[in-house]
């Protein structure tokens, strides 16, 4: 399905690259990976056993992050190709998100991977909403939608100038 | 404020106290401890320097992490308050998220504690609607939302039986 894509988070520039959620560069950071499958878009994460809620199910916070973080890749992904764009051409997009709403369907059993499905339901402007579910053993358990906001460039300048915060 | 009081998260039975949001025996948790002001809740947190979005911003999975704990204790104290009970009376009172809400006001800064201040919006049987509010340096930076729902009497169990999962 996606073994010959990157994942959207590593095309992100070095500068909006530090997330918690899904930044290559945070080390103690989730490290959320995203990719397209047809129109959707997939990520695989396996919690660690203390992202726990309860024993024996996954925290609703680290299953709010996810889905945050699959959503604004997904929006980035979406912005590359509604633009005609390959995802490693300049400038860079990159998104935030306005708006989380997750829905917790039945509970999630921690142990074993989870999917986290995304789709595009608009994109308006520097806005785009996608849909997410996250998926354990084939069955849905979490609902969300993400409401992403393009952020400017001039937060992504990949021009190494000498006065450059890094 | 809160001096005289011990956080609600700290009254949770240990069965139902290994939440990495606000779990007091959740070692690689949040441990975010919540009491009451009034009749709003208040919790305070101090994002670690990984807790990051973009550099120098607080990541919003963190935050919807902490709206979330923040949600489903002050439903808790709710509870209690309602029913004219102690929160160290039997049997225990403990709720989990059906579903949250977070809307991302404005860019929370990082390295500062963060308040999250919490409204009871409604009680209705079993659920409990809690508002939220997550400022920083005097500002709101986010608002939840979270409709808790009280978990059964029967997962949190104190009696010390022979065939305990504990």
Chains 1, 2 share one sequence.
Request: proline share 7%; with cysteine.
């Amino acid at each position: 399905m996606h073994m010959d894509q990157r994942a959207f988070q590593d095309y992100y520039p070095d500068e909006v690259s530090h997330c918690y959620g899904c930044g290559r560069l945070n080390e103690r950071g989730l490290k959320l990976k995203s990719y397209w499958d047809g129109e959707e878009t997939v990520a695989t994460f396996f919690p660690k056993p203390y992202h726990m809620a309860v024993p024996g199910y996954v925290y609703g916070g680290l299953l709010a992050s996810i889905v945050d973080c699959h959503g604004t890749g997904t929006a980035a992904a979406a912005a590359y190709r509604a633009e005609g764009r390959a995802m490693d051409t300049q400038p860079p997009i990159r998104f935030v998100t306005a708006s989380l709403r997750v829905d917790y369907v039945r509970p999630t059993p921690l142990g074993m991977p989870l999917e986290i499905r995304g789709k595009v339901k608009k994109i308006e402007g520097r806005k785009v909403v996608v849909t997410a579910a996250v998926s354990a053993a084939g069955e849905v358990r979490v609902r969300g939608e993400v409401v992403a906001v393009r952020i400017p460039e001039s937060w992504m300048s990949r021009d190494a100038s000498a006065d450059s915060p890094r």
